[in-house]
């Protein structure tokens, strides 16, 4: 088992940054790759960026070149550096993680951008 705790939500204004959180505790060992999602209410849940246990990232076009996924794999924690943000990047932000055998989601946070 693997439990993560989200940080780092909160509201900004266009053209802002924040930087989001997400420590896993459990079963660290296994964990491979960590990504984080978006959802808006009424839409599915949206990828955004992912990074692998090697620190190969990838973006959602929507994100690239303003966000910037990260981990500590000595803390077991994952990063998102969110700049320039957008009022259409306002959602909540879930961060997942995989392990050979499962998926595991965080709580989520809340991020709002005001235009």
């Known amino acids: 088992q693997v439990q993560l705790v989200e940080s780092g939500g909160g509201l900004v204004q266009a053209g802002g940054s924040l930087r989001l959180s997400c420590a896993a505790s459990g079963s660290i060992f296994s964990i491979n790759a960590m990504d984080w999602y978006r959802q808006t209410p009424g839409k599915q849940r949206e990828w955004v960026a992912t990074?692998?246990?090697?620190?190969?990232?990838t973006y959602a076009d929507s994100v690239k070149g303003r966000f910037t996924i990260s981990r500590d794999n000595a803390k077991s924690t994952v990063y998102l550096q969110m700049n320039s943000l957008k009022p259409e990047d306002t959602a909540v932000y879930y961060c997942?993680?995989?392990?050979?055998?499962?998926?595991?989601w965080g709580q989520g946070t809340q991020v709002t951008v005001s235009s």
């Open positions: 997942r993680v995989l392990t050979p055998r499962n998926a595991y």
């Open positions: 990074i692998t246990r090697g620190g190969i990232t």
